[in-house]
């Protein structure tokens, strides 16, 4: 039986949330994790369909 890592399965579901949130696909998703103010961070997530153009955006703190 072959493992799927478990970055993989978050995205997946991550995906499958935004487009039932917006009734668009998504073919792809970028995680940008970086500073949200001078003592805090967070994860950017990007969600594109398959013209590369984007669908929809969120974010998370990073201690969530």
Do not use: N
């Not at 935004?18 to 997530?45: N, P, Q």
């Amino acid at each position: 039986m072959k493992l799927i890592p478990l970055t993989v399965l978050l995205m997946a579901a991550l995906c499958l949330e935004s487009e039932r949130g917006t009734d668009k696909r998504v073919d792809s998703c970028e995680i940008h994790f970086g500073a949200d103010g001078m003592f805090s961070l967070c994860y950017c997530w990007f969600y594109y369909d398959r013209h590369e153009e984007l669908v929809d955006a969120d974010w998370q703190w990073s201690s969530d």
